[in-house]
């Protein structure tokens, strides 16, 4: 379709035009400290000290418990060398035990001083890629040759945003500019890599693109009407961490942008694919049968996607859910918070962007396959 021509154009240019040539936004970034990888050699469960302070005794009865780890750097400016830390008990401090390998934060002090060091997290490395593994082998096994596509897709997918989006934000730029670029891009690549270049994955590139159009519109609007900012804990503390300001509603925008082009590409490529076959079936139907038959089955798609829209924003706001519930105001109080607005203004914006995308798509492919020639289906 040569409609699609300007627009592969402008994402492009838009994307050229947005990158921060020359920039390195991220140096300003993370200041906590150096990540060091180490491994727990063992720990010892006791009352809290002050440093140089002996136990005499036994502690009292209050006293705070602490966990006291002996660990061993394995890189880092002090690698081979043992460490021990201590920190307190408290239940939202992980459990560490002898023989888990952890990530350390290191300050740039004295490496010989305990204090220049503290314990961040677990070492997840090893499952992750054993996990991404399997879902890889599970995608070839199934889809063969489209399987190897679509996984070239989503590694492109990432470096856009990695490689664009992520730095393109950082250095100043509208977030919500970066996001439908990015997002232009990531359509483009992956839609056309994965299906091929047709009229039939042409339609379902425009489908997604009015969609995200009415769902971007659509979260400016609300988001603006329902005084959102944006600035949620994580957002105010990248903006503190960076050496300048972030637009935060962009920012929010730019997350509904994103967050809904997975499930568009779903429902827009199954509404076409569904059109396409009806039409090979039943040469004989024309573009209003093809259209009500594809629409029938989309009522059937649209239910269950815009369900795994919600569950997918419900299940990733769960502890803000849950600490707000505990708050003990009303449910409209509840719901009226920044942290909960911002979660469905995403959700019911994305939704009726899928809503949409269902009769759009279903009316485009019918129109276009409905004037395929039969040999070339």
């Known amino acids: 379709m040569w409609l699609l021509i300007p627009l592969a154009v ?19 970034v993370f200041p906590q400290g150096t990540p060091v990888n180490a491994t727990v050699t063992g720990t010892i469960t006791g009352p809290c000290l002050a440093e140089g302070q002996v136990q005499v005794g036994e502690p009292p009865p209050d006293a705070k ?3 006291t780890s002996e660990l061993t750097m394995t890189d880092g400016p002090a690698s081979g060398k043992p460490l021990k830390l201590t920190l307190p008990i408290e239940p939202s401090t992980p459990r560490f035990a002898a023989g888990d390998e952890v ?42 040759w489209q399987g190897v596509a679509a996984l070239i897709a989503l590694g492109l997918s990432f470096l856009v945003l990695a490689l664009f989006v992520l730095p393109s934000i950082l250095a100043g730029e509208s977030p919500l500019l970066v996001a439908i670029a990015g997002a232009g891009a990531i359509m483009f690549v992956a839609l056309y890599l994965t299906h091929g270049l047709s009229a039939r994955t042409s339609v379902a590139v425009l489908g997604t693109l009015v969609s995200l159009v009415l769902i971007g519109v659509l979260s400016a609007i609300f988001s603006a009407a329902a005084s959102l900012t944006g600035l949620d804990d994580s957002t105010s503390q990248l903006i503190g961490s960076l050496g300048h300001g972030i637009d935060a509603r962009g920012l929010l925008l730019a997350g509904v942008v994103i967050g809904a082009l997975g499930v568009l ?66 449910l409209g109080s509840i719901l009226g918070a920044e942290n909960i607005a911002q979660e469905i203004v995403r959700t019911l914006a994305g939704s009726v962007g899928i809503v949409a995308a269902v009769p759009v798509t279903t009316v485009l492919a019918a129109l276009i396959a409905s004037r395929e020639p039969q040999e070339s289906l």
Not at 119 to 140: E, H, K, M
Request: glycine share 12%; aromatic share 10%; proline share 5%.
């Open 10 to 28: 402008a994402t492009v240019a838009g994307m050229v035009f947005l990158y921060p040539w020359g920039k390195d936004p991220a140096k300003s």
């Open 65 to 67: 418990p602490c966990l």
């Open 103 to 144: 990530v350390l934060s290191y300050n740039g002090g004295d490496v010989a001083n305990p204090a220049s060091f503290q314990i961040v997290d677990f070492q997840r490395g090893t499952p992750l890629l054993l996990l991404a593994g399997l879902f890889a082998l599970a995608v070839i096994v199934l889809g063969r």
């Open 265 to 330: 590409d779903d429902v827009t490529v199954t509404q076409t694919s569904a059109v396409w076959e009806l039409r090979r079936a039943n040469p004989a139907l024309g573009w209003r049968e093809l259209y009500g038959a594809g629409l029938r089955i989309g009522r059937d798609h649209v239910g269950s996607a815009v369900n795994t829209l919600v569950m997918a924003y419900a299940g990733a706001a769960l502890p803000v859910l849950l600490y707000t519930s505990l708050s003990g105001v009303g």
